[in-house]
C-alpha cells in the first residue's frame, strides 16, 4: 500500500463524515442545542484532523 493511497482513503473518510455530520444539522435531525454543539465540536475536530493529515501529506511530498 502506497502513502498515496492511504492519504486519499483517509481524507475520504474525513470529508464523508463531516458531510454527514452537515447533513444531521442542516435538515435538523438534531435533539437539542447540547447535541447540536457537540456536532459543532465534532466538525471542528475533523476540519483539524484534514489540516493536519495535508500538512503532513506535503511534508512527505517536499521530502521525496
Avoid at 45 to 51: C, G
Amino acid at each position: 500500500m502506497s502513502d498515496l493511497y492511504i492519504y486519499e482513503k483517509m481524507l475520504k473518510t474525513i470529508r464523508d463524515r463531516r458531510k454527514l455530520i452537515e447533513e444531521t444539522i442542516t435538515y435538523g435531525a438534531v435533539a437539542d442545542f447540547s447535541a447540536f454543539q457537540d456536532l459543532r465540536a465534532k466538525l471542528g475536530e475533523l476540519a483539524f484532523l484534514e489540516q493536519e493529515l495535508k500538512s503532513l501529506h506535503n511534508k512527505v511530498t517536499e521530502n521525496d
